[in-house]
C-alpha cells in the first residue's frame, strides 16, 4: 500500500482540514508530517466548529488512529489545551493520537525568540504566528533542539540547557520577557504527553504499509510558504511540499501514491510577503467579507486576490499533484466576472513561468471568464452545476493539467461534491 499526500497549494489556509476529515473514512491511519500549531484547520459538522492546531484532522471519523510525525514541531502546553478540550467535547484522543518521539519541542524561550526576531527585523518582519515555529527548527537544523523523546529520560537537564542558549541570545538581543506562567503551563504539558504513546512514527508507518493499511498524509500551510519554494524570506520554517511527508513521517519516495491538492477558487495570505494578486479595492474586501477570511487562530485578516494559475502550476509541479481539490467555490457565487491570474508581467516581459522572486513590479495577466451567479450551497451533485461553474472548472483544468475531482461548496463537511464526469 502507498500514503496519499493532501497539502495546501497556496498560502495556507486552503481548507485542508475539511478534506482530510472528508476522506478519513477511506482510509486507516491520518498523520501530521511538518509544521506545529502555525496550522489551523478548520471542521464543521453537525452544528459544531473545530479548529485544530497540532492534532491531525483525521480526529474525528471513527476511532482512526492520528499521528504526530517526526517532521511536526510540538507545542506541549497548546498541545494540552488542544487535546483537553477534545476530550471534553466527547472526542477521545489518548489511545488512537500516537505522537514521535522524534518530534521537536517548542519551548517557551522559542516562541520569545521569535517574537524578538520578528521585533528586530522592523518593517522586514515576516508576520509569523508567534508560535516558536522558526526558532525551533532552526534548533533541529543546527542540533541544538529537544524532542519528545527527550521526556523520557533526563529532561530537567536537557530542558535547562537548551532554555540557558536561549536566555544568553535573548539577553544579547535586550529583549525583555516574562515566561514564569507559560513556563508553568508548558511544564504541565510535558507531564501530560507523557499518557500518550509515544511511538518511533518510521516503524509504525512503515509497518501499516507492509500490512496494507491506508495512510493519509496531512499537509499544513502551503506550497508557496515552503521554506525552499515559497517567497522566501516570507515563508515557514518547514518544507510544506510532497517530500516533506517522506522526511516528516520516514516514508520513501515510492510509497507516495495520490497527491491532493487543495486550492480556493481565488487566493489570500495571511502575514507580509509577496502576493502578486492581491487585491486592494471592493473586490478584494468582498472576497474576504464572504470568504470569513480572518484566520482561524489569530483572527488576523488575511489578503484576498484573485486565484493565481502561475503560482498553482509551479506548486502542481513541485508536488506531483495527481488531483486537485478546489474550495470554497460559493464564495464567488454573486460575482458577475472571475478573474484568473494566466501569466506576470515582470519588467514588460511576459511569462507563465514562475520566477525565482515574485518581490516588486510583477503585474498579473488576467483571463477573464463569466461567473455563475447562483447559490451553489446547497448543490450536492455535479448535475447541478451551473454552465458558467462547469466553464470555470473546465478552464482551470485545462490550464493546470490536472483533473479537478472534488469541490467544496460551503465549510460543512456535506457541503462537498466528488466529480466523476472526466
Ligand atoms: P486549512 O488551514 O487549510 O485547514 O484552512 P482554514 O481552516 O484555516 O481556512 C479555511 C476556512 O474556510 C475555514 O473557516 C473553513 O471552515 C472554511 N471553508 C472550507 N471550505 C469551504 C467552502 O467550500 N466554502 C466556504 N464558504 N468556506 C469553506
Ligand atoms: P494552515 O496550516 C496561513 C504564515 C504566517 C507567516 C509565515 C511564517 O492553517 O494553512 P510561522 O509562524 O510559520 O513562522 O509564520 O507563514 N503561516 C500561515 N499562513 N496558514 C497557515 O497554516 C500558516 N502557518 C504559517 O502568517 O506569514
Ligand atoms: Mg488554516
Not at 508567534?130 to 533541529?140: A, Q, V
Not at 493499511?213 to 510544506?240: H, R, W
Not at 481539490?325 to 460575482?335: G, Y
Not at 478573474?339 to 525565482?356: D, S
Request: proline share 4%; hydrophobic share 35%.
Amino acid at each position: 500500500m502507498k500514503v496519499d499526500v493532501l497539502l495546501g497549494l497556496q498560502w495556507g489556509d486552503e481548507g485542508k482540514g475539511k478534506v482530510v476529515d472528508v476522506l478519513t473514512p477511506r482510509y486507516d491511519v491520518v498523520a501530521r508530517f511538518q509544521g506545529g500549531p502555525n496550522a489551523g484547520h478548520t471542521l464543521e459538522f453537525e452544528g459544531q466548529k473545530y479548529v485544530l492546531r497540532s492534532i491531525p484532522s483525521g480526529i474525528f471519523q471513527g476511532d482512526k488512529v492520528n499521528i504526530i510525525g517526526n517532521g511536526v514541531v510540538l507545542d506541549p502546553a497548546l498541545f494540552k489545551a488542544e487535546a483537553e478540550a477534545l476530550e471534553a467535547s466527547g472526542h477521545p484522543l489518548k489511545e488512537r493520537l500516537h505522537i514521535s518521539k522524534k518530534a521537536h519541542l517548542i519551548m517557551p524561550t522559542h516562541r520569545v525568540l521569535d517574537a524578538a526576531y520578528e521585533a528586530a527585523k522592523g518593517d522586514a518582519k515576516v508576520g509569523t504566528t508567534g508560535k516558536g515555529i522558526g526558532p525551533t527548527y532552526t534548533d533541529k537544523i543546527s542540533r541544538n533542539g529537544i524532542r519528545v523523546g527527550d521526556i523520557l529520560g533526563d529532561f530537567d537537564t536537557i530542558y535547562a540547557k537548551a532554555k540557558e542558549r536561549h536566555e544568553e541570545i535573548l539577553k544579547s538581543m535586550n529583549f525583555e520577557y516574562d515566561i514564569t506562567e507559560i513556563e508553568k503551563e508548558w511544564m504541565a504539558g510535558i507531564e501530560y504527553l507523557r499518557q500518550f504513546p509515544l511511538v518511533d512514527s518510521e516503524h509504525e508507518i512503515n509497518a501499516l504499509l507492509k500490512a496494507d493499511k491506508s495512510v493519509l498524509c496531512e499537509g499544513a500551510q502551503g506550497t508557496m510558504l515552503d521554506i525552499d519554494f515559497g517567497s522566501y524570506p516570507f515563508v515557514t520554517s518547514s518544507n510544506t511540499v510532497c517530500a516533506g511527508a517522506c522526511s516528516g513521517l520516514g516514508v520513501a519516495p515510492n510509497k507516495i501514491g495520490n497527491v491532493y491538492g487543495i486550492m480556493k477558487a481565488y487566493c489570500t495570505r495571511v502575514g507580509s510577503g509577496p502576493f502578486p494578486t492581491e487585491l486592494f479595492d471592493e473586490t478584494g474586501d468582498k472576497l474576504c467579507t464572504l470568504g470569513h477570511e480572518f484566520g482561524s487562530v489569530t483572527g488576523r485578516k488575511r489578503r484576498c486576490g484573485w486565484i493565481d494559475l502561475v503560482a498553482l502550476k509551479y506548486s502542481i509541479m513541485i508536488n506531483g499533484v495527481t488531483h486537485l481539490i478546489m474550495m470554497k467555490s460559493d464564495v464567488l457565487d454573486t460575482f458577475e466576472t472571475i478573474k484568473a491570474c494566466v501569466a506576470y508581467r515582470i519588467n514588460g516581459v511576459e511569462t507563465e513561468n514562475f520566477p525565482y522572486s515574485i518581490e516588486g513590479e510583477v503585474e498579473p495577466i488576467y483571463a477573464e471568464l463569466p461567473g455563475w451567479q447562483c447559490d451553489m450551497t446547497k448543490m450536492t451533485s455535479e448535475d447541478e452545476f451551473p454552465e458558467e461553474f462547469n466553464n470555470y472548472i473546465s478552464f482551470l483544468e485545462e490550464e493546470l493539467e490536472v483533473p479537478i475531482k472534488i469541490v467544496s461548496v460551503g465549510p460543512d463537511r456535506d457541503q462537498t461534491i466528488e466529480r466523476y464526469m472526466e
